[in-house]
Nanobody, 124 residues
Framework: VQLQASGGGMVQAGDSLTLSCVVSSSILSQYDVGWLRQAPGKEREFVAVMRRSGSRTYYADSLKGRFTISRDNAKNTVYLQMNNLKSEDTAVYYC??????????????????WGQGTQVTVSS
């Protein structure tokens, strides 16, 4: 398995949730890994990404401050900490790899290999 997301669930508005993505060693060392999501009836959208060096992170402007991406190299795992969840955060969340340059790193089309997704449902 190259990317495997987990940790989704059903929570209430205002709650926090942490998603995990176990990533193969080759991907973690050669690619940037990000989180994207797809809400019902909507297109996939960028959430956050971490450069493979671990030195840079980028977020969707609308989510900055509530979501945090991090990584544990020893566990080959990339996390997405989500705080103060809102009903509009309800979506299937995916982790995926990219080698996009900065100007296109928020474009979901630049992510070529995706994990299976984990459902997050926020009730209000």
């Amino acid at each position: 398995v190259q990317l495997q997301a987990s940790g989704g669930g059903m929570v209430q508005a205002g709650d926090s949730l942490t998603l995990s993505c176990v990533v193969s060693s080759s991907i973690l060392s050669q690619y940037d890994v990000g989180w994207l999501r797809q809400a019902p009836g909507k297109e996939r959208e960028f959430v956050a990404v971490m450069r493979r060096s671990g030195s840079r992170t980028y977020y969707a402007d609308s989510l900055k401050g509530r979501f945090t991406i991090s990584r544990d190299n020893a566990k080959n795992t990339v996390y997405l900490q989500m705080n103060n969840l809102k009903s509009e955060d309800t979506a299937v969340y995916y982790c995926a790899r990219t080698r996009a340059i900065l100007s296109s790193i928020r474009d979901p089309k630049m992510y070529d290999v995706w994990g299976q997704g984990t459902q997050v449902t926020v009730s209000s």
